[in-house]
C-alpha cells in the first residue's frame, strides 16, 4: 500500500524542490515515488495551481482524477457553493480508507493558502528511510498529514521535531 503525505511550504516554490529531491532518491532506489502533484500558491493570485507528476495518460490517469478530485474538494469547493459541496460530501467517503477525511481536507485547508506550497506524495517501498529523512531535513516543511501506522508516523513527526 502506499503511504499518502502531506508537506507544507511557506514559499509557493519549496515543495517543487522536495519533488526534485524525491525523484533522484527514487534514482538512487532509496525510495518509491508512485506519484507526486504539486499545490503552488503564489502571493497576489486568487486561487493555487496544481500540477501532477505523471501525465494524464495511460497508468497516471487514474491518479490523476484523484487529484483531480482531492484538489477540488480542498481547494475550489468553498468557492462552488455549499450544494455542490453537501453533494460532494458524500463521495468522500471512499477516501477515508486512504487517511482522507473530513479533518484532512480542513486541515490543508487552513495550512495551504496564499504564498505556500504544498506537495502530496505516494510513496512506498523506502529502503533507507533514515537517509530518506536525513535528505529531507535539509528542507523547511510542516507535516500536514500522512497516513502511515500511528507509530510510525509518530517516529516521523519526532524526526522533524513536529507535534
Do not use: C
Not at 18 to 47: C, F, H, Y
Not at 109 to 119: D, F, Q, Y
Amino acid at each position: 500500500m502506499a503511504t499518502l503525505s502531506v508537506l507544507k511550504f511557506n514559499d509557493p516554490y519549496g515543495a517543487e524542490r522536495v519533488m526534485i529531491a524525491l525523484q533522484g532518491m527514487q534514482e538512487r532506489q532509496m525510495i518509491t515515488l508512485e506519484d507526486a502533484a504539486l499545490v503552488s500558491w503564489p502571493q497576489g493570485n486568487r486561487k493555487p495551481t496544481t500540477r501532477q507528476l505523471h501525465s494524464t495518460a495511460g497508468a497516471g490517469a487514474g491518479w490523476g482524477a484523484f487529484w483531480g478530485f482531492l484538489f477540488g474538494l480542498i481547494f475550489f469547493v468553498p468557492f462552488l457553493g455549499a450544494a455542490i459541496g453537501a453533494g460532494m460530501g458524500g463521495m468522500t467517503g471512499a477516501l477515508a480508507d486512504v487517511g482522507i477525511d473530513d479533518d484532512f481536507i480542513k486541515q490543508v485547508r487552513e495550512k495551504v493558502t496564499e504564498g505556500t506550497s504544498a506537495l502530496f506524495a505516494l510513496t512506498s517501498g523506502a529502503t533507507a528511510p533514515d537517509k530518506v529523512i536525513d535528505e529531507l531535513k535539509a528542507y523547511d516543511f510542516e507535516i500536514i498529514s500522512t497516513n502511515l501506522p500511528e507509530e510510525q508516523e509518530k517516529k516521523l513527526r519526532e524526526a522533524f521535531a513536529q507535534e
